[in-house]
């Protein structure tokens, strides 16, 4: 009997020990998801692996990513469908909303995955790129042969961030094995609504409950546990803060109701951080006058990325920016269980867009042998610096202004000696 116990034990122990990993593997497969080496959290892709990067390897679940707009929401509007994209290649539910363009056209406007044969389309539209030399071109065109293969159906797909093709619209087929929530503010302004939104601007407050609603009775809320299997919910909100909103902190340095915005995104991140969920949020950043506000904002804001366009720009003329579309400044990178952020090597990131790909770039590479004056940001950070040095030379005679371009420190000290000699 003595004997049955401790085999009656033994098999306790084995049973909860397979229990506990079942439990923490479970966490770990969900669909488009991998947890990060750093900081242990649960990540999903934006859509756009060089944004993946710039952000330490994606998308934390459960915080919120602030997109601050160009001045025509060009560019910011293409990382809002990759962000939706992504999650339908990924087959996690949306939800999108919007008070300027209806949900149901926006998803219509995904981009399409880059399949297999559309590889070798782009590696031929790379060689054909003019650059500064052959050696740099060739270099494009390895790159983009070497793009990874997609898979064309979402629920098989198991890689992590994906590549997607902007001249061509997602299929319809591919929205089949999903759920998706739409959100359209003008059609849900007609209908009454008699909940109490604390003192905060209609609009965001019947958002608010819209989101609520979809995070509990779809089984997003992690207090409860599932009865399905585990998904990730996508929330997208195009151009919050805007007039549109009902807002008017875009057109006045001293809006009537300040504290709305601010009210919206501190009740926004307490949902987000109970459930299985991350949210995009687009908003005109370089429409509000109150920089108080924006403050305020990004504080409340997980992740905050800035977009510059070149556009109505005199840097769209300048030659040494006529690769490039515009500038991506990464404001804030959040503190994940620790007290340091996955911060990247180089703040000169700059944005393109070709015929079919959207890529962040380094601004500044330093130039050696076998690698080009440029690159894009991959899984291993390149350096990137500027590395020009401007001396400045006092003689008895006159003043001398050298400007020497730095390939590494032995060159630097081989010119300075050369000058001291000749001189």
């Known amino acids: 009997m003595a004997a049955a116990a401790g085999g009656a034990s033994r098999c306790r122990g084995a049973t909860?020990?397979?229990?506990?990993?079942?439990?923490?593997?479970?966490?770990?497969?969900?669909a488009g998801t991998r947890p990060s080496v750093r900081h242990g959290q649960l990540l999903l892709s934006s859509g756009l692996p060089s944004l993946d990067c710039v952000l330490g390897g994606g998308i934390a679940v459960g915080t919120l990513l602030l997109i601050e707009e160009d001045k025509y929401a060009l560019y910011s509007n293409l990382l809002f469908k990759y962000f939706l994209a992504e999650g339908v290649v990924c087959g996690h539910d949306l939800f999108v909303a919007s008070a300027k363009e209806h949900p149901d056209s926006i998803l219509k406007e995904l981009p399409a995955p880059l399949l297999d044969e559309q590889r070798n389309e782009l590696g031929?539209?790379?060689?054909?790129v003019k650059s500064e030399d052959f050696q740099?071109?060739?270099k494009i065109a390895w790159r983009y042969q070497n793009l990874p293969k997609m898979e064309a159906s979402p629920t098989t797909s198991t890689k992590f961030g994906h590549y997607y093709d902007i001249s061509k619209t997602m299929s319809p087929e591919l929205f089949?094995?999903?759920?998706?929530?739409?959100?359209?503010?003008?059609?849900e302004l007609s209908l009454q609504c008699t909940v109490k939104t604390c003192n905060m601007n209609s609009a965001y407050g019947r958002l608010l409950l819209s989101i609520?609603?979809?995070?509990?009775?779809?089984?997003?809320?992690?207090?409860?546990?599932?009865?399905?299997q585990k998904n990730i919910l996508r929330i997208g909100i195009q151009s919050l803060g805007s007039l549109l909103w009902g807002d008017d902190i875009c057109c006045s340095d001293t809006p009537e109701d300040i504290h709305s915005l601010t009210k919206f995104l501190y009740v926004l991140r307490g949902l987000l951080r109970k459930s299985l969920s991350a949210c995009i949020i687009t908003i005109p950043a370089h429409l509000?006058?109150?920089k108080a506000i924006m403050e305020r904002v990004t504080n409340l804001s997980d992740t905050v990325v800035g977009l510059e366009s070149f556009i109505g720009s005199e840097r769209e003329t300048n030659p040494l920016y006529k690769d490039y579309h515009g500038l991506v400044h990464v404001r804030q990178i959040p503190r994940l269980n620790g007290l340091s952020c996955d911060v990247s090597d180089t703040k000169d990131l700059a944005f393109r867009l070709k015929r079919k790909l959207f890529?962040?770039?380094c601004l500044w590479e330093e130039r050696s042998e076998g690698t080009s004056a440029r690159g894009a940001v991959g899984s291993e950070w390149e350096l990137s610096c500027p590395h020009i040095l401007l001396l400045i030379l006092l003689h008895p005679t006159n003043c001398c202004i050298f400007i020497i371009s730095l390939d590494s420190?032995?060159?630097?000290?081989t010119r300075m000696l050369q000058f001291f000699i000749l001189h």
């Open 16 to 30: 909860s020990f397979q229990r506990k990993a079942a439990a923490g593997s479970r966490l770990a497969t969900v």
């Open 124 to 128: 031929e539209e790379a060689t054909s």
């Open 136 to 138: 740099d071109s060739m």
């Open 176 to 187: 089949q094995s999903i759920k998706w929530h739409s959100f359209y503010l003008p059609e």
């Open 212 to 228: 609520q609603r979809v995070i509990c009775q779809q089984g997003f809320d992690g207090s409860d546990p599932q009865k399905k």
């Open 288 to 290: 509000i006058e109150n």
């Open 359 to 361: 890529t962040i770039e």
């Open 409 to 413: 420190v032995s060159l630097f000290i």
